[in-house]
């Protein structure tokens, strides 16, 4: 008897939006990779939850490589809307420092200036492609922690060798 | 193939892309000293992952690396549990480690990111790089866990 595949869509798109739009949103992105990897276990806890079958760190390794690469594109999504909003606020900054030092800190210039530089669309796809593999890769480790945190799942009604006859009932008593 | 092979295929393969990855993390600095236009394209990579606050970074070369201190300590990490993973698994079997060694490696990690997000300490870049490590010695163990059993699962079919 084959058993049924798990269904990875689902799982894997509740948690690569959870990740996504955790990574995408500007001073909610301070945790690094640590929102693909939670993602890609929430993908992996949503698809042991519903899950009539035992299910492995493959499996989890699957759901979580596809959430993380979902994570990826809709990060890009969400952080387009937010991007004016950061340079107006490097700018507010860079004026403030202007205004008040005759020196701007190194580290500080150098933080402004990340991400200011004017990028191509080849540049922009290939960065995509490369934060995708990144993410599925993250993703994949995520759900097989996933996997590993929800712990070993019993299969209802599972029977993994012909059970041995129990002893009868005792007869009904005699009127 | 046998799956010790195959196994050993995802291994190296995991082993030699964790050490380009390090690499890049290194060279991104040095590139960015000699004005190379490859620098802002790896700091771009980079900056997908890694938040890149200058403050929270090592430096070389009179320039911040790629990725944060407690970033670097988890991929130096990982690279180390990745060299200390054929004497502790092999390549002939997959088995995940127990949730409980999980929660305890987790935890100094946890504790000084939480801290230091809620302001009750600064902790330095030695301490993110330190628990950084701990936290990504363990992660192969997972991360090769998961390709090889779905290795695995392809070699049963």
Same mark, same amino acid.
Request: proline share 8%; net charge positive; with cysteine.
């Given at each position: 008897?084959? %058993? ?94 202007? %205004? ?76 | ?54 403050? &929270? ?12 201190? &407690? ?45 230091? &997000? ?34 695995? &699962?392809?070699?049963?079919?």
């Amino acid at each position: 008897m084959n %058993d049924p595949k798990p269904r990875l869509f689902m799982p894997a798109l509740l948690g690569g939006a959870a990740a996504g739009l955790l990574s995408g949103i500007p001073f909610v992105n301070c945790c690094c990779c640590l929102w693909i990897i939670g993602g890609a276990a929430l993908a992996a806890y949503l698809l042991w939850k519903d899950s009539p079958i035992v299910l492995s760190s493959g499996d989890g390794a699957l759901v979580g490589a596809f959430a993380g690469i979902l994570a990826a594109f809709i990060r890009a999504l969400i952080s387009i809307p937010f991007r004016p909003m950061e340079e107006v606020l490097t700018k507010k900054i860079m004026e403030y420092f202007a %205004d008040y030092m005759k020196q701007m800190p190194a580290q500080l210039s150098d933080l402004m200036n990340q991400g200011n530089e004017p990028v191509s669309l080849a540049v922009i796809f290939f960065g995509l492609l490369i934060s995708a593999a990144l993410c599925a890769a993250l993703g994949a480790l995520g759900g097989v922690i996933g996997i590993a945190l929800c712990g070993k799942k019993t299969r209802p009604g599972a029977q993994s060798a012909p059970q041995q006859p129990g002893p009868l009932p005792p007869p009904p008593p005699q009127p | 193939m046998r799956i010790e092979r195959k196994i050993a295929i995802i291994y190296w393969s995991t082993l030699l892309i964790t050490s380009f990855w390090l690499g890049a993390i290194g060279a991104a600095p040095y590139l960015r000293s000699q004005a190379s236009g490859v620098a802002p394209l790896i700091y771009s990579c980079f900056s997908t992952v890694c938040h890149q606050i200058p403050s &929270r970074s090592f430096h070389l070369f009179g320039f911040p690396l790629a990725v944060c201190a &407690r970033c670097l300590g988890i991929y130096a990490g990982f690279l180390g549990g990745l060299v200390l993973y054929p004497f502790q698994r092999g390549f002939s079997s997959v088995r995940l480690p127990k949730p409980a060694f999980f929660w305890i490696v987790s935890a100094p990690i946890a504790i000084d990111a939480i801290a230091n &997000r809620l302001g009750f300490w600064t902790g330095s870049n030695v301490l993110r790089f330190a628990t950084g490590f701990l936290w990504g010695s363990i992660l192969p163990f997972y991360f090769l866990t998961g390709l090889g059993e779905l290795a695995l &699962r392809a070699h049963k079919k």
